[in-house]
């Protein structure tokens, strides 16, 4: 284990909960550098994505691309808060891999909040249009149906977020 405290922060949710929001704040400590897929799958082939099959292509591309550069980082002491939805066992396992390979500290926070409240942030998102990428309800439906709830058999430590303890807006 790291002995500089250095974390690997996860972030589990669905569409609109709130990911993005508590990853800029997490990212706001010392020494901690933020990393978000929307914002580089958006800069790198945001023309070519047009459907759920594309971002699973081009998402896999990148977190390729981006493990080596997550890995040095932590190695060199930064922590990393990475936006990328840790909502399926096969992307946390991802995740937890690069934690183990660095032995870092590692928290998953999971956002839980129902359909109905994300659906309503969702639509405000998309009319701020101040997001990467508006989804549709249909999307959003599609999309949550693959989310899997973290479990602690998954070895994380799990921060969780409810509708009792709801996180600010931006």
Known sequence: MTENGTTLHLLAGKIASGKSTLA?????????????EDEWLSTLFGEDM????DYVQYSA???AAMEPHLVSLLEAGVSVVLDYPANTRHFRAWMKGIADKVACHHQLH???FPNEVCKARL?????????????????FDLITRHFEPPTEEEGFRIVRYSIDGELPRP
């Open 110 to 112: 999971f956002l839980d």
């Open 123 to 139: 639509r405000e998102r998309n009319e701020a249009g101040d997001h990467a990428f508006a989804a549709t309800d249909e999307q």
């Open 61 to 63: 591309r990148l977190r």
């Open 24 to 36: 800029r704040k997490l990212a706001q400590n010392p020494a901690t550098v933020l990393v978000s």
């Open 50 to 53: 047009r459907s759920v099959r």
